[in-house]
T-cell receptor, first 118, second 110 residues
Framework: NAGVTQTPKFRILKIGQSMTLQCAQDMNHNYMYWYRQDPGMGLKLIYYSVGAGITDKGEVPNGYNVSRSTTEDFPLRLELAAPSQTSVYFC?????????????????FGNGTRLTVT | AQSVAQPEDQVNVAEGNPLTVKCTYSVSGNPYLFWYVQYPNRGLQFLLKYITGDNLVKGSYGFEAEFNKSQTSFHLKKPSALVSDSALYFCATAGNMLTFGGGTRLMVKP
């Protein structure tokens, strides 16, 4: 049982380049999320999805795009990389939404992608 | 807006001593609070949650958390620290989505 798988683990981009961070989960979770982690700042939500075909912006969506064509996959696209996007990116999934106190399923995280933009 | 704060960037404790990692919250309505742990080069792992009821919540790896409504706190505790507990700990609250604190690095020295 792989859980949440992120690729690549590391990537260095030049300013203005584009790339896609891949995320796949095999737990049949409807809810998926992209976070970025910066030192001392905790995790900030970039985008999330409540099911195939449905995505919405989180706290820091500028400079990113997402798609959700299947339940399993939730790729994150950077179109014009900027140094401010240097960060560690985490994908996560859950069976139910975080605010659901009845089902209260925790988030399952991937191991992250460390991205440097120079 | 829902938020949590972790006032300490780092906590140092000797192995075998009790540990406390602090978290305060600011939420409207009844709080729904979590602790997650992150080991090096890994994603976050769920430790425990508070929904309602008992103020002392027990979680994984011998950790527990104490909910205090009057002090708006949700501190993480363990009676006897292990070197392997050294990691980054995050407090979080659930509004529409999870909102995380800035994290506290726990260093347990032998």
């Amino acid at each position: 049982n792989a859980g949440v798988t992120q690729t690549p683990k590391f990537r260095i981009l030049k300013i203005g380049q584009s790339m896609t961070l891949q995320c796949a989960q095999d737990m049949n979770h409807n809810y998926m999320y992209w976070y970025r982690q910066d030192p001392g700042m905790g995790l900030k939500l970039i985008y999330y999805s409540v099911g195939a075909g449905i995505t919405d912006k989180g706290e820091v969506p500028n400079g990113y795009n997402v798609s959700r064509s299947t339940t399993e996959d939730f790729p994150l696209r950077l179109e014009l990389a900027a140094p401010s996007q240097t960060s560690v990116y985490f994908c996560a999934s859950s069976y139910s939404p975080p605010f659901d106190r009845v089902k209260n399923s925790p988030l399952h995280f991937g191991n992250g992608t460390r991205l440097t933009v120079t | 807006a829902q938020s949590v704060a972790q006032p300490e960037d780092q906590v140092n404790v000797a192995e075998g001593n009790p540990l406390t990692v602090k978290c305060t919250y600011s939420v409207s309505g009844n709080p729904y609070l979590f602790w997650y742990v992150q080991y090096p080069n890994r994603g976050l792992q769920f430790l425990l949650k508070y929904i309602t009821g008992d103020n002392l919540v027990k979680g994984s790896y011998g950790f527990e958390a104490e909910f205090n409504k009057s002090q708006t706190s949700f501190h993480l505790k363990k009676p006897s620290a292990l070197v392997s507990d050294s990691a980054l700990y995050f407090c979080a609250t659930a509004g529409n989505m999870l909102t995380f604190g800035g994290g506290t690095r726990l260093m347990v020295k032998p």
